[in-house]
């Protein structure tokens, strides 16, 4: 009997099974010829720096220290540098929008800093200028209070000295009807002999409410 003939998409199956296995085996094999080159290339990087060790003088070995081992790559910094560049412009938008927004509040807050700091200046100034003036007006006031004060006194002062000159009866007729007060203002300032003359020409009411009040002005003076 004549063996049957398998059919054409059969043999194209195992065909290509057969190419997949051969490249699977391709690709071990040069995975593990890379690994053994590698293996070597270590370990012959070692013996090169064994052999450089040994060739080196004791003097120069004890005047040169081992250099210190770094433990940290010097790929780690890169990889932080591009910490911001592996940000998309979608994440990269409202940071920039966020730090811009900040930056406006900052400047906002500044100029409104800006703005009272000169308010207050002004202010400042103002007041020093009204403080001054104040300060002069209340000299003004002080020296017309005094030219006042003096030209009263001058006037009260001659003023007793014409009725202490005046002739006693008509000085009382005048005292008579004066504010108790007042009279005894006037006979404080008199003479004792002028202030007797005409206290000696007022009616006894008078008199004595003069006398009453001469007495009581004193009478708070603490004494020793």
């Not at 210190?68 to 910490?83: F, G, S, V, W």
């Not at 906002?108 to 009204?130: G, H, N, P, S, Y």
């Given at each position: 009997?004549?063996?049957?003939?398998?059919?054409?998409?059969r043999q194209k199956k195992k065909s290509g099974a057969r190419r997949r296995g051969r490249g699977v085996l391709r690709i071990i094999g040069g995975l593990l010829v890379a690994s053994a080159l590698v293996r070597l290339g270590s370990e012959a990087g070692a013996a090169?720096?064994?052999?450089?060790?040994?060739?080196?003088?004791?003097?120069?070995?004890?005047?040169?220290?081992?250099?210190?081992?770094?433990?940290?790559?010097?790929?780690?910094?890169?990889?932080?540098?591009?910490?911001?560049?592996?940000?998309?412009?979608?994440?990269?938008?409202?940071?920039?929008?966020?730090?811009?927004?900040?930056?406006?509040?900052?400047?906002?807050?500044?100029?409104?800093?800006?703005?009272?700091?000169?308010?207050?200046?002004?202010?400042?100034?103002?007041?020093?200028?009204?403080?001054?003036?104040?300060?002069?007006?209340?000299?003004?006031?002080?020296?017309?209070?005094?030219?006042?004060?003096?030209?009263?006194?001058?006037?009260?002062?001659?003023?007793?000295?014409?009725?202490?000159?005046?002739?006693?009866?008509?000085?009382?007729?005048?005292?008579?009807?004066?504010?108790?007060?007042?009279?005894?203002?006037?006979?404080?300032?008199?003479?004792?002999?002028?202030?007797?003359?005409?206290?000696?020409?007022?009616?006894?009411?008078?008199?004595?409410?003069?006398?009453?009040?001469?007495?009581?002005?004193?009478?708070?003076?603490?004494?020793?």
């Amino acid at each position: 009997m004549m063996a049957k003939q398998k059919p054409p998409e059969r043999q194209k199956k195992k065909s290509g099974a057969r190419r997949r296995g051969r490249g699977v085996l391709r690709i071990i094999g040069g995975l593990l010829v890379a690994s053994a080159l590698v293996r070597l290339g270590s370990e012959a990087g070692a013996a090169l720096a064994l052999d450089t060790d040994s060739a080196t003088p004791p003097a120069q070995a004890a005047e040169d220290p081992p250099a210190r081992e770094t433990t940290e790559p010097e790929h780690e910094a890169p990889q932080d540098n591009r910490i911001g560049a592996d940000l998309s412009d979608e994440e990269l938008g409202p940071l920039l929008e966020a730090l811009r927004a900040r930056e406006e509040r900052i400047a906002k807050r500044e100029a409104a800093m800006r703005t009272r700091a000169q308010a207050l200046k002004v202010a400042e100034t103002e007041i020093d200028r009204k403080m001054a003036a104040l300060t002069e007006a209340e000299k003004r006031l002080r020296a017309t209070l005094s030219v006042a004060q003096d030209a009263a006194e001058q006037d009260v002062e001659r003023l007793t000295q014409v009725y202490a000159n005046m002739k006693p009866k008509q000085a009382a007729a005048l005292f008579e009807r004066m504010d108790p007060e007042f009279a005894a203002g006037f006979l404080g300032r008199m003479r004792p002999d002028a202030a007797a003359a005409i206290m000696a020409g007022l009616s006894p009411e008078q008199a004595y409410t003069v006398s009453v009040t001469l007495a009581g002005r004193n009478a708070d003076v603490p004494k020793e």
